[in-house]
């Protein structure tokens, strides 16, 4: 079976940094587009930071300039670079990823379980 799995949450100071990791694993035949999205308590989930295939890539206005997404497609793997983070940071990350498998025709939606960024005042 396909698995997204996150890593690299915790707890920070404001103003410091984090670096988030998500791996995709099994039967993968192509990956197209990867990103990270967040929920904070009482908040209905929001798009942190998507990247394509290509490299290209597309941020919430909110961590313009912040958070910075990259890719590696050998290893199937994204990272999200956050620095100068806020407390309004602090919220679960959820990976998500566009996964064909080897054994399906179609691409879907591949979630992670999430990890949690506590940012401190």
């Known amino acids: 079976q396909v698995h997204v799995v996150e890593s690299g949450g915790g707890l920070v100071q404001a103003g410091g940094s984090l670096r988030l990791s998500c791996a995709a694993s099994?039967?993968?035949?192509?990956?197209?587009?990867m990103g990270w999205y967040r929920q904070a308590p009482g908040k209905q989930r929001e798009l942190v930071a998507t990247i394509n295939s290509g490299g290209r890539t597309n941020y919430a206005d909110s961590v313009k300039g912040r958070f910075t997404i990259s890719r590696d497609n050998a290893k199937n793997t994204i990272y999200l670079q956050m620095n100068s983070l806020k407390p309004e940071d602090t919220a679960i990350y959820y990976c998500?990823?566009?996964?064909?498998?080897?054994?399906?025709?179609?691409?879907?939606?591949?979630w992670g379980q999430g990890t949690q960024v506590t940012v401190s005042s």
């Open positions: 099994g039967p993968i035949f192509t990956i197209n587009a």
């Open positions: 998500n990823a566009g996964i064909r498998s080897r054994f399906e025709i179609y691409e879907r939606a591949y």
